[in-house]
């Protein structure tokens, strides 16, 4: 967290549920500008629910959240269906809940890598390409905070890679801070800062090589967790140590780290 300035989103002792059951148990979070925080975990494990108690959709039963004062949102939806027989297009879909200008629209689209798609119906849109324009939806807010909920659902392996290095790219350029849910481990691990895992409670979370070491992450996800591990750890010359600092692997080591799971 940026020390200077107070996070965007903090919680505390946060608790819900419904009727008798519990939902979510304890919870205490905080997320701050300039920084990718996932939230991974199984089905059921309430993380659209924590999303939605921290965006105010939903009032928690006990607990403390306290958000930015006029802190905007930019919120890109898990399941997004367009009926196919309604005339749709992308350059609509923008100006369906906010008046953008021609120029704000073109200009956002210019930012997702889907300029030329303004005026493609919507329905014609491969996977990555809607995505992209969701994407450009919410940052029409110029948010604050970008709440990616499954960003790369119906996206080609190809594309989820590149859509994962377009939302780092949005953050680097615009500051703001990313809150991200995710059942995919085996990338998302790399295009993260921070990884909460969530199973009613926290489990663990940190940075993503020391949150993927803990047992209770392992006991969750088992060898697909040892998977994201080796993507992670293969693609940096460094490791984190306890309190988040970067410390060097000397080049003997590195062979030995990928192994490491």
């Known amino acids: 967290m940026n020390e200077s300035r107070p996070p965007l989103i903090s919680v505390a002792n946060l608790n819900f549920g419904i009727g008798e059951t519990t939902i979510l148990q304890n919870i205490n979070l905080e997320i701050s500008a300039g920084e990718i925080l996932t939230l991974v975990g199984p089905n059921g494990a309430g993380k659209t629910t924590l999303v939605r108690v921290l965006l105010g959709l939903l009032k928690p039963d006990s607990g403390e959240i306290r958000r930015k004062e006029g802190i905007s949102v930019g919120y890109l939806p898990q399941a997004f269906e367009v009926d196919p027989s309604l005339p749709l297009t992308v350059r609509r879909l923008l100006s369906l809940t906010q008046k953008p200008s021609l120029k704000q629209m073109e ?35 110029n948010p604050e905070l970008l709440v990616l909920d499954e960003p790369i659902q119906n996206v080609d392996i190809n594309g989820q890679t590149e859509l994962y290095r377009l ?45 993927s070491k803990h047992p209770e992450y392992l006991a969750l996800f088992g060898k697909q967790a040892a998977e994201s591990l080796a993507v992670y750890t293969h693609r940096h010359d460094h490791v984190h140590g306890p309190e988040g600092e970067i410390l060097p692997i000397e080049p003997e080591e590195i062979h030995h780290h990928h192994g490491d799971t």
């Open 107 to 141: 200009a956002h689209l210019e930012e997702v890598g889907a300029r030329n798609l303004l005026d493609h119906p919507v329905q014609s849109l491969s996977g990555g390409e809607r995505q992209r324009v969701l994407l450009a939806r919410a940052l029409l807010r």
């Open 167 to 211: 939302i780092m790219k949005i953050r680097d350029n615009r500051g703001c801070g990313v809150l991200m849910i995710s059942h995919d481990l085996h990338l998302v691990m790399a295009f993260t800062d921070l990884v909460v895992c969530l199973n009613k409670h926290i489990c663990c979370s940190g940075h993503p090589e020391a949150v």
